[in-house]
């Protein structure tokens, strides 16, 4: 982990505590979590008590304190997409990667999670897959995505 | 980009800007919204680029527009002045749409909403039934700008309510109209924001902050978020008039940031109207100042709520605390502070420019206004549903939604969300508007409407909702914390078939007690999915307890098994069963083997012969 | 310097509350006994564990319910602390909070107290009930600022940042001595007519610090 770059984020920033969790953001997006180096300068910077960075970070569903797969899964549980059988794409994907939400595979390939309502609700069941979101999921086109990836193979969005 | 100093800076502008639009002959809009980048319409909008220009069209002007609110049928392509309207497009379209419809004027058939039932097809977005039925004010302009682009919102006609507000307008009587206007809060509590602005006005101190709530927490509510990513410029511009009113210093932009796009978006917007002068020290030459910042969200639910929000904005946990004092007097940091949802933020600008009095005749004497809701679900059309208050829940459902979506017959519709509840198909002559709902149990909400069919288990819908606010309850109290996990393992033993009578009593009790006692609005309504799911499908909850599942959804009271009639033994849903379980022969019935089977769901989604049976 | 006050009625009881304190206090003025957990005299009140609750309505009102250690008076106050709906809460709180921490002391005393015979929820074990109020020392009387919430909802707990102590934090104990938790329970009847005494032994018996900050003295003294 690189004190500049800390630094920079911070900087950006303009050291202020409104801009914590943006902070944190932009920390877990370049290092894929938040370690506890990091959290510590943001303290002294910030001039807060790590204790409190440290509640932030354990309060909020969007920061791990431990790092994360290389591919990022993350299955909609939202209402609609739940109506629509968001639960039995990420019980297939479950038994697929033998992980619980929230956890790494041991090959640190995948991480996998859920998350509440991503907004795109006429289009569910929703899955995303690092930043990109796909639509009109079923548990086997799920399947499909995660075996090709597993093979190294890039996959665009797209009306299948 | 330039930079305004004053009012007839403005209009000189939007005049400027509105002859260069006159040298295009057609203008040929993309839908960007979240929805259709799932879609590819990024993929879209490059070809389109890359044709015309290898293609030397002339005169066209391509725009990247914001959310449609018709998601399902994306990517979605319009083009004008001929008013067509075309859904479901692929890239390899994209070329045929230029030779095809721009240049020669034919229409391609296959690119045109089909009504599934008529088989008729629509040209033009007006007579599409989704569309026809709605009353689309706040979401008007959204096919008709690029949101990162302030040119064509000042095009428009943005930012002259501002002026009007700023230069014709005192504080207290622009509060008065909006007042008058009769607009409550469209984050769910509805209440009457003049009030809540005069508070704000009169509370002591000097500094005073300025929040846009787009957290938007409600699962299968996105209403927000299409404001927010398509047209971001009307949220500043209703947060200005309200700085101006109130005498707000400092504003905020609370987005979630499972919303990267509307975030981006709302970025950018901050970014030209500072550099326009529309934000930062005297404002349009005048002695009034006013900036705004993005401030994110870091995944909770919670944070919807005013003072969790707030919390959040200071760098801290997401807690909420007693409301006793409310924000207006004590908020961030301490200071007065008023709090809005987007959707109220959209209202101001068309209330400022058009008056109380036209704002007043449209919706029912309580609830007055347009609401956007986003109808989602087990309904033919998805999407975002803009109609006055008081049109009825049929009227949304039937005639703008199409009615049921897999050919089962609707059930019910859960509104506003986690804090509302379900409402049964016999009440559906109910007009929607902030208090009609709630008296059956549910409640408006911030606008989420989640069709159920008969293929939808009211115990399953009970106890998803519990897990939900479970898992996003703050921890902070006791009832909420301790009495939704017991509601929860109640549930969850209720859909294994392991309740009793005792069970349905204790669900009620808790919940009682758990809305009494609780600290905050997550805590107080949660019970009403559970308690509204209970009064109005009881007999649902009583099956469970006899260990059967009507709708067929909870997993260990269904058993799965193959119709002898409808099964024509393609093999097809063996070849796809992950454990095994089923068995037989080419050209004969096949099998399932019980013990063997994880009621997946997996030969049901492959049979095109409907040869699965659920019960 | 005379003292504003402001009249309100509890109970029934009219009560000349001093401007600014809270139905608690004002209560705890004329003796009427509202039952408290995560409320201490000393440190700012939290609202958390909502035993305190009472039913309010201000100038004939609907009534509404809310916090006692919490909620400022103000003139034409009406406080009920017994009512039936308050009653009804309590226990039910008092039941939750048993089944989460049934080897709890305070937890089982305040159950007896509300008089649960039976609890109908599957029992847990835990030994915090995250009232909070080692935290509210630590930050307010101590000045440590090392212990907070981490984690949110069922998950929640108390600790220190990455359950290290930081250098802010000086053995103290004061988190230790506030904790209402950190009884050792009593061990009922053991013989006829022998009780375990524990209860009248309070100041001699080993404590267990239920959020494991300093390592639990259990180890040496299993319950």
Redesign the interface.
């Known amino acids: 982990m690189d004190i500049v770059n800390v630094n920079k984020i911070i900087e950006k920033y303009q050291e202020k ?6 902070i ?2 932009d920390i877990q997006d370049r290092y894929q979590f938040l370690p506890e180096e990091a959290l510590k300068i943001i303290a002294s910077r ?1 001039r ?1 008590n790590l204790n ?1 960075i440290y ?2 970070a354990t ?5 791990s304190l431990i790092p994360k797969g290389k591919h990022s899964i993350t299955i909609c ?9 968001g639960p ?1 794409i990420l ?2 994907i479950r ?1 697929l990667l033998k992980i619980k939400p929230g956890e790494t595979t041991p090959d640190r390939k995948f991480s996998l999670n859920t ?10 069941p ?1 899955m995303m897959i690092d ?5 009109d999921m ?3 086109k799920a399947k499909r995505m995660i075996e090709k990836l597993s093979k190294n193979t890039k996959k ?4 299948s | 980009m330039r930079k305004i100093k004053s009012l007839s800076d403005l209009e000189k502008w939007r005049k400027d800007i509105l002859r260069k639009q006159d040298e295009f002959e057609t203008i040929i809009s993309v839908c960007g919204g ?2 259709c ?4 319409c990024k ?1 879209i909008k490059d070809r389109f680029i890359k044709t015309i220009k290898e293609n030397g069209y002339q005169k066209i002007k391509l725009r990247f527009t914001g959310c449609r609110g ?3 049928r ?2 979605i392509v319009t083009i004008q002045p001929q008013e067509i309207f075309y859904q ?1 497009v ?2 390899k379209d994209v070329p045929l749409i230029l030779s095809e419809t721009i240049k020669k004027g034919k229409i391609l058939e296959h690119l045109l909403y089909e009504d599934s039932m008529t088989k008729s097809r629509f040209i033009s977005e007006k007579d599409i039934p989704f569309y026809k039925a709605q009353k689309r004010l706040i979401l008007a302009n959204n096919g008709l700008i690029e949101p990162t682009k302030i040119e064509d919102y000042i095009m428009l006609g943005g930012y002259q309510s501002f002026s009007k507000a700023l230069f014709e307008m005192e504080p207290q009587q622009i509060i008065d109209e909006v007042k008058a206007s009769g607009l409550r809060g469209r984050g769910g509590a509805g209440f009457p924001t003049g009030k809540k602005w005069e508070e704000c006005r009169n509370a002591t101190g000097k500094l005073k902050y300025i929040i846009c709530n787009c957290d ?7 209403m927000d ?1 299409s404001l927010l990513e398509g047209n971001p410029h009307s949220i500043l511009e209703g947060m200005l008039i309200g700085a101006y009113a109130i005498g707000g210093r400092y504003g ?1 932009i609370y987005v979630r ?4 796009l509307a975030c981006k978006n709302a970025e950018i917007a901050i970014k030209q109207a500072r550099k326009a002068g529309l934000l930062g020290d005297n404002i349009l030459g005048t002695d009034f100042s006013f900036d705004v ?9 919670v944070c919807g709520e005013s003072t969790a929000l707030i919390a ?8 909420p ?2 409301k ?1 004092i409310h924000a207006v007097e004590d908020g961030l940091w301490g200071k007065p502070t008023n709090i809005n949802n987007v959707e109220t933020w959209a209202n101001i600008p068309l209330i400022i420019k058009n008056g109380s009095k036209w704002f007043s005749s449209i919706g029912t004497e309580k609830s007055k206004g347009t609401k956007i809701f ?1 109808l ?3 309904v033919k059309n ?2 975002l549903v803009e109609v006055p208050m008081g049109i009825t829940l049929k009227e949304i459902i039937f005639d703008i939604g199409g009615g049921p979506k897999d050919g089962k017959p609707i059930k019910a519709v ?1 509104t506003g ?1 986690p804090s509302g509840g379900c409402i049964p198909v016999s009440l559906f002559n109910l007009p929607v508007d902030f208090d009609s709902l709630k008296e059956v149990g549910s409640m408006m909400g911030s606008g ?1 409407m ?1 069709v ?1 069919d008969e293929g ?1 288990c009211m115990v399953d ?1 009970a106890k ?2 519990i897990h ?1 606010l ?10 909420c ?3 939704l ?2 509601m929860s ?1 109640i549930l969850e033993n209720l859909t294994e078939g392991k309740g009793d009578e ?1 069970s349905l009593y ?1 669900l009620e ?2 919940g ?2 758990v809305a ?4 905050c609005g997550l805590g107080k309504t949660a019970p009403n999915p559970v308690l509204s799911a209970l009064k109005y499908f009881r007999p649902e909850f009583e099956a469970h307890l006899d260990k059967r599942c009507p709708a067929g959804v909870c997993i260990p009271l269904i058993h799965y098994s193959i119709s002898e009639t409808n099964c024509i033994g393609c093999g097809a849903c063996a070849k ?1 069963c ?1 454990t095994k379980a089923i068995e037989g022969e080419k050209k004969e019935v096949y099998h399932i083997i019980s013990e063997l089977c994880i009621k ?3 030969c049901r ?2 049979c095109k012969n409907d040869a699965i049976i659920v019960n | 310097m005379e003292i504003k006050t402001v009249n309100i009625t509890i109970d029934g009881i009219s009560v000349d509350a001093e401007e600014g304190s809270t139905i608690l206090q004002a209560a705890r003025t004329v003796g009427i006994h509202i039952p408290t957990l995560c409320y201490a005299e000393h440190l700012s009140p939290y ?5 305190c ?1 009472v039913e309010i309505s201000q100038d004939g009102g609907k009534t509404f ?3 006692s250690c ?3 008076v103000r003139e034409g106050m009406n406080v009920q602390t017994k009512s039936p ?1 308050i009653i ?2 309590r226990k ?2 008092a039941e ?2 048993v ?2 921490a049934p080897n709890v002391k305070i937890a089982q005393d305040i159950a007896a107290r509300m008089g649960i015979l039976k609890v ?3 029992m847990e074990d835990n030994r915090c009930i ?1 009232c909070g109020l080692c935290i509210r020392m630590c930050y307010e009387q101590m000045d440590g600022k090392a212990l907070g ?1 981490a ?6 707990k108390i600790s220190m940042p990455f359950n290290k102590r930081p250098e802010t934090c000086r053995l103290c104990r004061g988190c230790d001595y506030i904790c209402p938790a950190m009884i050792i329970p009593c061990h009922g009847v053991k013989e006829p007519g022998e009780l375990c005494g524990r209860c009248v032994l309070l100041d001699e018996m080993p404590k267990c610090c239920p959020t494991n900050t300093f390592g639990c003295f259990c180890d040496k003294n299993p319950l």
């Open positions: 505590r409104t801009a914590l969790i943006s944190l953001h910030l807060m409190e509640g932030v309060f909020y569903k969007s920061f549980l939202g209402t609609a997409c739940h109506v629509r059988g039995k019980r297939e038994s998350v509440n309502c991503l907004g795109v609700c006429a289009i569910g929703v930043g990109k979101f796909y639509g079923s548990p086997l665009s969005g797209g009306r | 979240t929805g980048h799932a879609y590819g993929n018709f998601c399902e994306g990517p479901r692929k890239e938007e927490g409600d699962p299968g509510a996105y978020r905020y940031h499972e919303y990267p910042e993005i401030a994110k969200g870091g995944g909770a639910f959040s904005i200071e760098g801290r946990a997401g807690e605390r007693s006793q986003s989602v679900g087990k998805t999407g859960q969300g989420g989640i159920m939808t819908v998803y909702f939900f479970e898992e996003e309850s703050c921890g902070k109290c006791l009832p914390r301790e009495g996990k017991r393992q005792e204790l009790e808790l009682q007690v009494d006692t609780s600290l796809i992950p997946c769901g997996s989604e492959i | 609202g958390g564990c909502r035993i609750v319910i809310d916090t919490t909620h400022r709906r009804r809460a039910m709180l939750l909070l089944s989460s109908r929820f599957p995250l919430f984690g949110r909802g069922t998950k929640r």
